[in-house]
């Protein structure tokens, strides 16, 4: 597997941690939806036991934090519930100038991997607490062409090696 521009980082921190992950090639799915429904008709049960996650990349209302939020891909999104758990004040989508500048990402390809490139630790990240039950979880490194499934203890433990803060909601 020859890596991408944007997943070699992902890559060499997952090596690093010692954190197994399968690999997935496909065609570009820019949406959990679209993740979602293509795996369910292309990966048999390779991805049994598998969650496949919506990451959404969200600022409050004045612009000065952020968030990654993290749900399970068939999950309804409501931001107004959202708004009430978090207790960030409004929360509304972050621009693309803004995703490339805390997570090198570029819509269409956010992760939770998106995190080994905020050198800042500026991004909080939100998980919801169903993703424990897990008991493997998929998302890009950083691409929409590829997708990673990692256990949900390696997420854990990729999460506590970012520096980056993280709880579930």
Not at 141 to 154: C, G, Q, Y
């Amino acid at each position: 597997m020859e890596a991408k521009r944007g997943q070699q980082k992902v890559y060499e921190a997952l090596d690093s941690l010692g954190i197994a992950y399968e690999y997935y090639a496909h065609p570009p799915l820019p949406t959990a939806d679209e993740a979602h429904g293509y795996m369910l008709e292309n990966w048999n049960s390779r991805g049994e036991g598998t969650i496949f996650c919506k990451n959404l990349f969200m600022r409050n209302h004045k612009g000065n934090r952020h968030f990654l939020i993290i749900l399970n891909a068939l999950s309804q999104f409501d931001i107004h519930e959202l708004e009430k758990k978090l207790r960030q004040g409004k929360l509304s989508f972050s621009s693309e100038h803004r995703l490339e500048k805390y997570l090198g990402l570029q819509p269409g390809s956010v992760s939770l991997f998106g995190l080994v490139n905020d050198s800042q630790k500026h991004v909080h990240v939100f998980i919801d607490k169903e993703l424990l039950s897990a008991q493997k979880l998929s998302f890009h490194p950083n691409d929409n062409t590829a997708s990673l499934v990692i256990s949900r203890e390696d997420l854990l433990k990729f999460l506590q090696n970012t520096g980056n803060g993280f709880e579930f909601i």
